[in-house]
């Protein structure tokens, strides 16, 4: 497994989790990465992408200001802290790696895919 993904859990409304997302360095080096969710019945979408080395971020706007993304590029580790989470929020949260662009924004700009970690928020 090139990207694992965890930190997925049960949450009430308002309440905060920290994904993390592990790699390996020979995939993880020099390459912007991202968050994606896809809730029941929906479609993919983009959450949040960092750059390399972790200057740039871009967030979605149904998110932003709740959601932060960092990296530690000694430790090859990826994180979505997730604050005032709502019932919508409820997703499979998956990381991913940008192929070769500085901040990727879609989901075809991504090229390694982890398994998702699922996001349960309880009003």
């Known amino acids: 497994v090139q990207l694992q993904a965890s930190g997925g859990g049960l949450v009430q409304v308002g309440g905060s989790l920290r994904l993390s997302c592990a790699a390996s360095?020979?995939?993880?080096?020099?390459?912007?990465m991202g968050w994606f969710r896809q809730a029941p019945g929906k479609e993919r979408e983009f959450v949040a992408a960092i750059s390399w080395p972790g200057v740039k971020t871009a967030y979605a706007g149904t998110v932003k200001g709740r959601f932060t993304i960092s990296r530690d590029n000694v430790k090859n580790m990826v994180y979505l802290q997730m604050d005032s989470l709502n019932v919508e929020d409820t997703a499979v949260y998956y990381c991913?790696?940008?192929?070769?662009?500085?901040?990727?924004?879609?989901?075809?700009?991504?090229?390694?895919w982890g398994q998702g970690t699922l996001v349960t928020v309880s009003s």
């Open positions: 991913a790696r940008g192929g070769g662009y500085y901040l990727p924004q879609s989901a075809p700009e991504y090229d390694v």
């Open positions: 360095e020979r995939i993880f080096s020099h390459y912007a």
